[in-house]
């Protein structure tokens, strides 16, 4: 589905087919991201979230179709985990400014949109689950993107923290109006946040606002009915009667909206 | 003249090696590469025999010798064998093959432990004009793509969402590599080369902070080694390059001791 716009879309993809040897991994996939707007991505394992990024940012050649990209988008990159080697030193601020000459000002500002105003001089080695992500979304700030890329930017974390994570992405969307594409299986999240969804697996099922692919069957052939959450937590808690689900349920409830 | 004597000579060679390993080196243990650099070297030997089988430049010979084992490697890669098992057979092959080949160049005689442990005693002026020409050359290809090494090197979609193409960069390394392998031969021979990249940085890893830092450190180290290790070698009448390698490991050995006790300290 693209939406007609009358600004050009930050990320146009169209026909898109990705195979890694016979292994088709993505078939015919359409996707645009207008600017300012949380789109994301859910999909069971292996149903090319990975690959669909990998390709956004040139990394997977496309068996076919096309990404076009608007001339000059700055993209912030927020990768699914980034393991720094032991034996590599490096400072928070030295990370930060590893792109393009960022000054330390930048560095500063970043740090602070990302909710870690004091780690700059801190050892990446050294920084929690949280802090490190954090400070991955600062890096993917410093160079005032037009959209963020987030695979499974909370992926490690745990339910507080990623809720956190999330509604500070929502606050950086507020103040700097960037767009964000974001892959997640963290499904009650990416119903309460995001402006779009769009469930993947291989091709795109169902796309829409969060309401509309939570009801929609395809959606709930691939996550069932009590399995994320988001469908029993937003929409049709009253449907299914797993009594263990349903505490599960609830504790998502409560610490998504923390 | 300063060069005529062939102590200021050995010792220019060994900080020149010692230099251009330090950075390279540092990239070496941050990628997990020891094993890559230990094979290039080692295949190193085939490059020789093929060089005096030929009667070109040792350099050339061994540089295209350790550029085809990189290439050979990261197309057998992934193929049903492990990195380490591939890099071994390969390694030890090449090295047989090289030690073979040169027993059949009957025309010539050969000091084989000049090629394995190095000669840095004999290096002429000619050899320290490939050495500083090569070492300036690693380090300046290092130095001018070092942001985005470290950032191919931390991750590859990170790289790629900057516009950079990590193999482009693993490219770089390979070349400089298989640069140093060639010209650090005369310095501490094919199969102590690997110890000049990896043992300099990874004691330099304690004192370091930043990857420039460790980097630095690292040449300092190797730089003292190489001084030192001659030194020592003259003193006690013992073999030149691996003196220069025993000493790196004596200053590993002791980086390693007072960092941990700082730890227990803390």
Redesign the interface.
């Known amino acids: 589905m693209r939406r007609p716009g009358r600004i050009m879309s930050l990320i146009n993809v169209d026909g898109l087919s990705v195979r890694y040897g016979a292994n088709t991994v993505l078939r015919h996939v359409d996707l645009a991201v207008e600017p300012g707007e949380i789109v994301t991505i859910v999909g069971p394992n292996g149903s090319g979230k990975t690959s669909l ?2 390709a956004i ?3 997977t050649e496309p068996a076919a179709g096309r990404i076009s990209l608007r001339p000059g988008l700055r ?1 912030g ?1 927020v ?2 985990r ?4 032991p ?5 928070v601020e ?2 930060m400014r ?2 393009d000459r960022a000054r330390r000002q930048d560095c500063t500002t970043a740090l602070d949109a990302a909710g870690v105003p004091d780690l700059s001089k801190r ?1 990446m080695s050294q920084l929690s689950g949280g802090q490190f992500q954090r400070v991955l979304l600062a890096r993917a700030l410093i160079a005032r993107p037009e959209i963020l ?1 987030l ?1 499974e930017a909370t992926q490690g974390l745990d339910q507080p923290g990623s809720a956190a994570f999330y509604r500070q992405i929502e606050t950086v969307r507020a103040e700097t109006g960037c767009a964000v594409l974001m892959i997640s299986h963290e499904l009650h999240v990416v119903m309460s946040a995001s402006d779009r969804v769009i469930c993947l697996n291989g091709h795109v099922c169902c796309e829409g606002t969060p309401a509309v692919v939570a009801s929609a069957p395809e959606y709930r052939a691939l996550f069932g009915t009590g399995t994320g959450g988001a469908l029993a937590l937003y929409r049709h808690d009253h449907d299914h009667d797993h009594d263990h689900d349903h505490g599960h349920d609830r504790m998502h409830s409560h610490e998504a909206a923390e | 003249m300063m060069l005529d004597d062939f102590m200021v000579r050995a010792t220019l060679a060994g900080v020149g090696v010692a230099f251009a390993a330090a950075p390279l080196g540092c990239f070496v243990v941050w990628r997990r590469m020891a094993y890559f650099g230990d094979a290039t070297a080692h295949a190193a030997m085939l490059g020789i025999a093929m060089s005096l089988a030929m009667e070109m430049s040792i350099f050339l010979g061994a540089v295209a010798v350790a550029l085809t084992m990189a290439a050979t490697v990261n197309l057998l890669a992934g193929r049903g064998y492990a990195m380490d098992t591939l890099l071994g057979v390969l390694a030890h092959s090449a090295l047989a093959f090289g030690l073979v080949a040169v027993s059949f160049l009957s025309g010539i005689r050969i000091d084989l432990m000049a090629y394995l442990f190095g000669d840095i005693l004999a290096v002429s002026r000619g050899d320290l004009l490939v050495i500083w020409g090569g070492a300036a050359l690693v380090v300046a290809l290092i130095a001018s793509r070092w942001p985005a090494l470290l950032t191919a090197t931390l991750n590859e979609e990170l790289a790629y969402s900057s516009g950079l193409d990590p193999r482009r960069e693993q490219l770089i390394l390979t070349l400089s590599l298989a640069i140093t392998v060639a010209v650090a031969i005369k310095v501490v021979g094919v199969l102590l080369i690997a110890a000049m990249l990896i043992i300099p940085a990874a004691a330099a890893r304690s004192l370091a902070r930043t990857p420039e830092a460790m980097a630095v450190i690292a040449a300092a180290i190797g730089g003292a080694s190489a001084v030192a290790g001659l030194r020592a070698a003259y003193a006690f009448d013992a073999p030149a390059g691996p003196s220069i390698v025993c000493v790196a490991a004596l200053l590993f050995a002791i980086l390693g001791l007072v960092s941990w006790c700082r730890r227990l300290g803390a």
């Not at chain 1, 980034?82 to 080697?85: N, S, V």
């Not at chain 1, 034996?87 to 400072?91: E, F, W």
């Open positions: 990024f990998r940012i040139g990394a993209i990159y990768p699914q980034l393991h720094i080697d034996t590599l030193p490096i400072t030295r990370f590893l792109g050892q890329l695979d």
